[in-house]
């Protein structure tokens, strides 16, 4: 039987939040420059790879909340890189990275959302 309310409180409706939040960031990462651009795609391909296993395979509901967290986390992440400047991704990238106030709001909104 149909239940219209799974349409919004449901994992399928959380499912297609994800997707389309990782959209809308793979499209912001287009237009970056080619630089910042190549280290985003390759973590944008690893969270669509998790995305497909959300939306294909049939988890147990253990599985389907960690990876869904997981998700979130990562896209979180992204949001965070794309709001930093480029002196920034490049300290992150050498390793010696101090928290932005860009990361320090990604980390704050995700515990929010709790």
Known sequence: MFNPLSLIFGWGYRI???????????????KKDASVR??????E??????LRILEERR???RER??????????????????????????AAAAGRAQPTASTQKAKEEEQQSY
């Open 16 to 30: 297609r939040r994800l997707r389309k939040r990782w959209d809308r960031l793979r499209e912001k990462t287009l």
């Open 38 to 43: 190549s280290r985003l795609l390759q973590r």
């Open 45 to 50: 391909d690893q969270i669509e790879q998790n």
């Open 59 to 61: 988890l147990n509901r």
């Open 65 to 90: 909340a960690r990876l869904a967290k997981e998700l979130e986390i990562d896209l979180a992440e992204i949001k965070a890189m794309l709001g930093a400047s480029p002196e920034e991704l490049q």
